[in-house]
């Protein structure tokens, strides 16, 4: 599979990780992890992606955060979804779902 463009990725980061969550609780690196492995080498984040990113949706009541203990006994920041981040990754994904479906067409792709 050919890499995704970075604007293109870039622009989906919010959403990606709002996903991520839906599925329950997760920490940084393990949603960086689960990104990745659902990319299957259309492009890889590193940790430092995400954290910027999940800063600002907690700052916008996306996503709320706990400390936790791990199964190693070390703390780590489990961020969990709220009702207005369903919210906002239902809406941005009903607006990546049109901008699919104009882009193909446009382009003449039949996607059946």
């Known amino acids: 599979m050919k890499t995704t463009n970075k604007e293109l990725v ?3 980061t919010a959403v990606l990780i709002l996903g991520v969550l839906k599925r ?3 920490w940084g690196y393990d ?4 990104i990745n492995e659902e990319a299957a080498g259309a492009f ?3 940790e430092g992606t ?3 990113l999940l800063r600002k949706l907690e700052k916008q009541g996306l996503v709320r955060c706990r400390w936790q203990d791990s199964p190693t006994g070390r703390q780590r920041k489990y ?3 709220t009702p207005a ?4 990754l239902d ?5 990546w779902e049109m901008f699919h479906e104009l882009v193909l067409r446009l382009a003449g792709v039949n996607h059946a």
């Open 91 to 95: 809406a941005g994904a009903r607006q």
């Open 31 to 34: 949603i960086v992890r689960q």
């Open 10 to 12: 870039g622009a989906s």
């Open 50 to 52: 995400v954290y910027p």
């Open 44 to 46: 890889t984040w590193q």
């Open 79 to 81: 961020y969990i979804l």
């Open 24 to 26: 329950g609780p997760s």
């Open 85 to 88: 981040g369903r919210t906002s």
